[in-house]
């Protein structure tokens, strides 16, 4: 099993409930493909450093997974399909990724706290 991180957009006219039944969906579509959701992060409403579809803002959301690299085709394609999904990307973690993204969660906690 790999480790990927994948980062994604949505469209700023959505309320709180439809932007977290959205990130559901896909957590919903990553474990019936047998992946391990190892961390999810919820970046809020940011500006985006170029206007996409006419939108000046965003909703950002992480998820790091663990999982078979067919997995990654059937994601992608399921952002290409939902009209909610501005922007996306999903990167393979190598292991100095890994050690970053561990240490990039404890400082988030340890901030939150």
Same mark, same amino acid.
């Given at each position: 099993?790999?480790? &990927? +991180?994948?980062?994604?957009?949505?469209? =700023?006219?959505?309320? %709180?409930?439809?932007?977290?039944? *959205?990130? @559901?969906?896909?957590?919903?579509?990553?474990?019936? #493909?047998?992946?391990?959701?190892? $961390? !999810? +992060?919820?970046?809020?409403?940011?500006? /985006? *450093? &170029? =206007?996409?579809? /006419? @939108? @000046?803002?965003?909703? &950002?959301?992480?998820? +790091?997974?663990?999982? +078979?690299?067919?997995?990654? *085709?059937?994601?992608? /394609?399921?952002?290409?399909? %939902?009209? #909610?999904?501005?922007?996306?990307?999903?990167? !393979?973690? %190598?292991?100095?990724?890994?050690? &970053?993204?561990?240490? #990039? #969660?404890? !400082?988030? @906690?340890? $901030?939150?706290?």
């Amino acid at each position: 099993m790999n480790n &990927y +991180e994948t980062v994604f957009i949505l469209t =700023p006219v959505l309320s %709180d409930a439809q932007v977290e039944e *959205a990130v @559901k969906k896909f957590e919903d579509l990553l474990t019936s #493909r047998n992946c391990e959701i190892v $961390a !999810k +992060e919820n970046w809020g409403l940011k500006k /985006l *450093a &170029y =206007p996409i579809q /006419l @939108k @000046k803002n965003g909703f &950002y959301t992480l998820i +790091e997974f663990k999982g +078979e690299g067919e997995v990654v *085709a059937d994601l992608e /394609l399921a952002f290409k399909r %939902d009209e #909610r999904i501005i922007r996306f990307l999903t990167t !393979k973690l %190598d292991k100095h990724a890994m050690d &970053y993204a561990v240490t #990039r #969660r404890t !400082k988030v @906690k340890t $901030a939150k706290v």
